[in-house]
């Protein structure tokens, strides 16, 4: 069965510091990925998708950036953290398009 | 532009009662349309996915119906359970690219 995986649970970051959130599924391959981030009492925000190994797809300009090292792993990354980066981001994938999509447990960041 | 919204926003009911979630969206030219669980601080469970091409499904207690005419999508949840309580959403698929669009869910409590 399928299984993913986000890391790390919980994070507590100070403002201008990087970040790396990471992703990874078991059990399929070649999985389209999804970034989503939810902000309190708000609803989820696609962020970055991805179809392929090195193909990323950008949905909201920010100072968030994607990757996908590996066919089965995504990063969320960020140089310098602001503020209203802090939510819960989920991960997400789908074996096709238009196909039911599956969560991750989420990361929830809180940026000071 | 699609924009997809749930009523109520929250909804408290005795255990044991039947009930209706309802979700709507502006545009018919779906895909699909997705009906997913949020515990507190979790990640979101997939209940039912519906296509454009059906009128509804079943997964034991809940049924989801779709009509997309009048751009209309109802979870039905028979002899709601305490642990029915969660945050419950509706997401629908564009035709056009990979993004789900989000309504901003219903909160159900259940009262033992």
């Known amino acids: 069965s399928q299984t993913i995986h986000q890391w790390p649970a919980t994070l507590v970051q100070p403002v201008g510091s990087p970040l790396s959130l990471e992703c990874t599924v078991e059990?399929?391959?070649?999985?389209?990925l999804y970034w989503y981030r939810q902000a309190a009492g708000r609803g989820l925000q696609l962020l970055f998708y991805?179809?392929?190994?090195?193909?990323i797809s950008s949905e909201v300009p920010q100072n968030l950036s994607a990757s996908r090292p590996q066919d089965r792993q995504f990063i969320l990354s960020s140089k310098k953290l602001l503020l209203s980066d802090s939510g819960f981001y989920l991960c997400?994938?789908?074996?096709?398009?238009?196909?039911?999509?599956?969560f991750g447990p989420g990361t929830r960041l809180t940026v000071t | 532009k699609q924009e997809v919204t749930q009523i109520p926003a929250a909804l408290s009911v005795p255990e044991g009662e039947n009930l209706v979630l309802n979700c709507s969206f502006t545009?018919?030219?779906?895909?699909?349309l997705q009906w997913f669980r949020q515990d507190p601080g979790k990640g979101l469970t997939s209940l039912l996915l519906?296509?454009?091409s059906q009128r509804e499904q079943t997964s034991g207690r809940l049924n989801a119906s779709l009509d997309k005419s009048s751009g209309r999508s109802t979870l039905y949840i028979a002899a709601s359970q305490p642990g029915d309580s969660a945050t419950y959403l509706c997401?629908?698929?564009?035709?056009?690219?990979?993004?789900?669009?989000w309504g901003a869910g219903t909160k159900l409590i259940i009262k033992p």
């Open positions: 997400a994938w789908d074996g096709a398009k238009y196909a039911e999509q599956y």
């Open positions: 059990g399929t391959s070649n999985p389209n």
């Open positions: 991805s179809v392929g190994i090195g193909q």
């Open positions: 545009d018919s030219a779906i895909y699909n």
């Open positions: 519906i296509q454009s």
């Open positions: 997401a629908v698929s564009l035709d056009s690219n990979y993004q789900l669009i």
